[in-house]
Every structure is written in C-alpha cells, then in structure tokens.
C-alpha cells in the first residue's frame, strides 16, 4: 500500500508529488555521498521545492495529499536504491509520518478559530532544527487559512529563507485564504472534488462499511471524504442531517421560522457540549495531576498555578465556540445541498441528486415553487454563513436565514 492510497481521485496531484519526492531524495542522497553535506538549493528543473500551498474545496484531501507527502519524504524503503519511487507506505519512515509519530513531521492544525503569532514562532523556531532522522523536517499547517495576519507575518520569513532541509506544507480552501507574501513563495498543488463512486470505494475498502450505505454517504455529502465516514460510522450525524432536510417543510409561518432557527443553534450547541465532555475533563484533569493537585477534581491547586487552568478554560471556550460554528457551517451545507437539488428538479437537469432520501420533499417544494425562489433561498443560506464569518450572534443570523427560507 503507497502513501498516496488514501488520496481519493487526485491521480494528477499524487504523480506530481511523487516526482518531487524523487527529487527531494536525490537531493538528500547526493549530500550523503558528498560527506553528509548540506542539501542545496532545488535546481530550477528540480520538482522538488521548500514550501507548497495544497488548496481544494472542502473534503478534497488537501491535509490528508500533505500528510502522504510528507510520509514519502521520510520514506527510507531499499527499493529506491533500485529505481522505486520514495512512499512505499511500509518502511519505518512512512509509517511513523502516517500514524503522526515521526521525529520530524509536525502537523499543525486547530480547533481554534485562529492560529496566533505565539504558536506560529514556535513552529518557526522549530523548522529551524535540523532533522533527527538526517531526511528532512517536514511542517504540515492543515489550517494556514486561520493564520491571523500578524501569524501570517511571522511565517512569511520563514517561508521565505528556509532551512537547508525544512519544507513547508500549507493547506488552505483557496489561494484567497492565504496572504499574496506567502503563497506567491509556495508552489500551489489544486486539488478537486473527488467523484462520488470513488469516495464510497474508497469507504467500502478502507473503512469496511456496507456498499449501499457507502454510496448513500459519499452521494450524499458529493464527494466529501471526512464527511462521508462521519455520516457513514455516526448514527447521530444521520439524525442530525436528518433533521436538517425537515427545515424547508417547516418554515410556512413565522412561528415555524423562529422554532426551526432556535432547533438549529441548540443543535450546534449539543454538538459542542459533547465535543466538552470527551475532552475537556480529560485535558483539565492532565493539567491538574501535571501541576501537582491532588487526584480529583477536589484537588487544591499550588499557589501560582492558577493562570495555567484560566488559560486551558479560554482555550476550551474558543474550542467550544468553533464547534457550534462548524457545526452550523455543516447544517448550512446541507441546506444548501438540498435547494440545489430542489433547482436541478425545477430545471429538469439530468445532474444526480445528492438527496435521493428526501427526494418526495424535494418535488413538494420544487413544484410550489419557482426557480428564481429557489435561488433567493440559496443566497439567504449564503448571507447566513457569511454573518457568521462576521461574528454576527448565531440567533439572529439563522432566524433572518429561515424567515428569508419562508418569504423566499
């Protein structure tokens, strides 16, 4: 099995970087022949280079085409002495980048809203180290599109004047989400949405999941890899989409507006409450037992010890507060995805549905209505997720969201 298995319908991004991992270990074998030299500069031909931009629509495999390349650039196989390609996905060095616990692979990413300047000059100190394995030191920022702009700064010289044998592996929605200083220094890697057949295969193999359901998941979030086993393995993922696809028969009145808008924000906030509870006692209690209070949560904490737990508290807030927002982002996308089948049925397109479960709802509200409401709708359901962005309170955006749904 290769490191690029996992990267479902991305055939022309895995051969390219393939390539520059041959490249990248030419040029690390040359500076072992040479003495245990430093690594040069890439040639201008070279396929390799010290930073890149992964950008993709949600779900395209953006960290997961990172995180295989990275494992290709640790891959120590004997086979690339006879002419293999580097990412066998066996050898010790694959292995450990995969699982995350390679000494010279670090993968950044947040359940934050944004990465800050602190953590980003940590990272920069450490992509100066020189790799333990002799390779190379590979940073993965999964998230580089929540880099403040001060963050974005601080990473830019690094970027810029790399380590002789550090590379860079941002990973971003668009080329628009990164500053112009960073990504015009990155070699950009765009990937696409992978086709729905090939997701379910790919759950069908990977993750053992029954086929029907598979296809049923992969058709339903079109082609989204992470939310596809989530809907396919989560029995409450199921319910909660469930849920979400009644909305459009239930707002015929204001009262139904504003019940349905409060659903979907106690929804969210259900979401994070659990995300709380598997994490947050775990993550206090660690803190706790590593700043010696006693075992417990009745345990007095040392004198001095108190700005370490009120900074774990802020951070478990602004992760609860990420939460809610992801999961209203997800419910806002599958509206979306259902008034663009209730358009594709108003307009007689042959394209499939993504919502084949719902299909007698989707012929009610495509045939009460007219194919500019239809469209009204979608741009409603947009304006709300950009009021989110803004910061707007989740409440009122969602209740202007549903009352625009009924008045269409």
């Known amino acids: ?65 990172a995180r295989a390349f990275a494992a290709a650039l640790q891959c120590v196989s004997p086979d ?39 953590e980003t000059r940590e990272l920069v100190r450490r992509a100066q180290l020189s790799p333990a394995g002799g390779r190379w030191q590979v940073i993965v920022m999964e998230d580089a599109d929540r880099l403040t702009e001060g963050a974005g700064n601080v990473l830019l010289k690094a970027v810029e004047e790399p380590a002789p044998r550090t590379v860079w592996l ?17 070699r950009l890697l765009t990937l696409r949405t992978p086709p729905v057949d090939a997701v379910a295969d790919i759950l069908v193999r990977r993750d053992g999941i029954e086929p029907e359901l598979a296809a049923s998941a992969a058709r339903a979030t079109q082609g989204h890899i992470g939310r596809a ?13 469930a849920a979400v696809l009644k909305l459009p028969l239930r707002v015929d009145d204001v009262g139904g507006c504003l019940k349905a808008a409060q659903e979907l924000i106690d929804a969210a906030a259900e979401d994070a409450k659990q995300v709380a509870e598997e994490i947050d006692t775990k993550e206090t209690e660690e803190l706790r037992a590593a700043l010696g209070a006693a075992a417990g949560t009745g345990g007095r904490l040392p004198r001095g010890t108190a700005g370490a737990m009120k900074d774990l508290q802020d951070r478990q807030k602004r992760r609860a507060t990420r939460t809610q927002r992801d999961s209203l982002d997800l419910a806002l996308t599958d509206l979306t995805a259902f008034y663009r089948d209730v358009l594709a049925l108003q307009l007689g397109s042959q394209v499939a549905l993504a919502n084949t479960d719902v299909r007698d709802a989707l012929e ?45």
């Open 170 to 186: 941002l990973c971003a929605p668009s080329l628009e989400d990164v500053l112009p200083t960073i990504r015009s220094r990155c």
């Open 229 to 241: 086993r989530r809907l396919a393995t989560d029995e409450r993922a199921r319910a909660r989409r």
């Open 1 to 65: 099995m290769a490191v690029w298995d996992d990267l479902v319908g991305q055939d022309r991004v895995a051969a390219q970087l393939s390539a520059a991992a041959r490249d990248a270990d030419a040029l690390v074998t040359a500076a072992g022949e040479a003495a245990d030299g430093p690594v040069g500069e890439p040639m201008a031909s070279s396929k390799m280079t010290h930073a890149w931009l992964f950008t993709g629509p949600p779900g395209s495999g953006r960290a997961t085409a």
């Open 364 to 408: 009610r509200i495509a045939s009460g209505s007219k194919p500019e409401r239809t469209l009204r709708r979608i741009e409603a359901i947009t304006a709300c997720r950009q009021a989110l962005d803004s910061n707007v309170a989740p409440l009122l955006a969602v209740e202007a969201m549903t009352m625009a749904l009924r008045a269409g």
């Open 80 to 118: 690339r002495a006879l002419g293999g390609a580097p990412g066998c996905g066996f050898c010790e060095g694959c292995h450990t980048a995969l699982v995350g616990t390679h000494a010279d692979v670090e993968v950044v990413r947040t359940d934050m809203l944004t990465i800050g300047v602190k």
